[in-house]
Nanobody, 120 residues
Framework: QVQLVESGGGLVQAGGSLRLSCAASGNIFSINIMGWYRQASGKQREFVATISSGGSTNYARSVKGRFTISRDNAKNTVYLQMNSLKPEDTAVHYC??????????????WGQGTQVTVSS
């Protein structure tokens, strides 16, 4: 089992910045992809960004150039630096990882979510 704990959400004015963190703990063998997704009120959960164990990144078009995803493999932690925030970035942001172990063959794990609110 893998547990994910997110932090760093909050209320910020448009144009501001926030940094989200997500730490994975438990009986961890190997994590390949770490990522962030978000869900605005009344909308479906959507992809934000992912990073592989080798450092390859992917971003949603809506955040490219404003958000930066990074990870610390030694700490099993993924970060999301969010700059130039817009009101449309308001959502609950969720951390996601895939875990590869004796009983978890690529199983997805999700964090509890952290609220990001951007005021205009």
């Amino acid at each position: 089992q893998v547990q994910l704990v997110e932090s760093g959400g909050g209320l910020v004015q448009a144009g501001g910045s926030l940094r989200l963190s997500c730490a994975a703990s438990g009986n961890i063998f190997s994590i390949n992809i770490m990522g962030w997704y978000r869900q605005a009120s009344g909308k479906q959960r959507e992809f934000v960004a992912t990073i592989s164990s080798g450092g390859s990144t992917n971003y949603a078009r809506s955040v490219k150039g404003r958000f930066t995803i990074s990870r610390d493999n030694a700490k099993n932690t993924v970060y999301l630096q969010m700059n130039s925030l817009k009101p449309e970035d308001t959502a609950v942001h969720y951390c996601n990882v895939d875990h590869w172990g004796p009983s978890d063959y690529g199983k997805d794990y999700w964090g509890q979510g952290t609220q990001v609110t951007v005021s205009s």
